[in-house]
């Protein structure tokens, strides 16, 4: 394969994605920095993403005396549709792990 701006070889590269198992094929250009990536092995890579649980890092903050909490950055907020006023319930199924229910209100999720 041809680099479409020097016409010199290009190279196959796997590339690693973050939050990805499998990686992209792309072809890269040694001489000019040009590349471009397989489609397929892309869109394997784009779909796993997708299909991927948010996840993000948040800091516990002290609220008051004896009660710590956390900030919904805007990404949570709107991935799960969460409105002031809700009300969620909270499971501790052990000691790394916390889970955080919604119930149906209103007709609801």
């Given at each position: 394969m041809k680099c479409q701006r020097c016409t010199s070889e290009l190279r196959k590269v796997l590339v690693s994605v973050e939050g990805a198992k499998?990686?992209?094929?792309?072809?890269?250009?040694?001489?000019?920095?040009?590349?471009?990536?397989?489609?397929i092995s892309s869109k394997k890579v784009v779909e796993e993403l997708k299909n991927t649980p948010l996840q993000i890092r948040q800091k516990v903050v002290k609220l008051s005396e004896g009660r710590l909490g956390i900030y919904f950055s805007k990404d949570i907020i709107r991935s799960i549709n969460l409105k002031q006023g809700e009300e969620v319930y909270i499971s501790i199924p052990d000691k790394k792990h916390l889970v955080m229910e919604r119930k149906t209100v209103y007709g609801r999720k």
């Open positions: 499998q990686k992209a094929i792309s072809f890269q250009c040694p001489k000019c920095d040009y590349f471009e990536f397989e489609p």
